[in-house]
Nanobody
Framework: QVQLVESGGGLVQAGGSLKLSCAAI????????MGWYRQVPGQQRGMVAS???????NYAASVKGRFTITRDNAKNTVDLQMHSLKPEDTGTYYC?????????WGKGTLVTVSS
């Protein structure tokens, strides 16, 4: 069972920056995809950014050019650096880990961007 431990998040003014970090522990697989999803009340969880173990990154259109996802395969960590934050970036951010058809989720960390 893969366990994901998240850190970061909090309250920031519009235009500010935040960094989210996630560490995967237990039963780590060499080939996997890690990423971040965002959920707001009443809406489905949506992909913000993902990155493969081969360092191929993918971003939601709304965050391209503002967010950067990176990973450290040796440490099994993934970071999401967020710049130029907007109020619409507000939500609970979940770390995600996929190996094959299996999905694992962190507990979520709240990001609030004030206008």
């Amino acid at each position: 069972q893969v366990q994901l431990v998240e850190s970061g998040g909090g309250l920031v003014q519009a235009g500010g920056s935040l960094k989210l970090s996630c560490a995967a522990i237990r039963r780590i697989f060499t080939i996997n995809v890690m990423g971040w999803y965002r959920q707001v009340p009443g809406q489905q969880r949506g992909m913000v950014a993902s990155i493969t173990s081969g360092d191929v990154a993918n971003y939601a259109a709304s965050v391209k050019g503002r967010f950067t996802i990176t990973r450290d395969n040796a440490k099994n960590t993934v970071d999401l650096q967020m710049h130029s934050l907007k109020p619409e970036d507000t939500g609970t951010y979940y770390c995600h880990y996929r190996v094959g058809a299996m999905d694992y989720w962190g507990k979520g960390t709240l990001v609030t961007v004030s206008s």
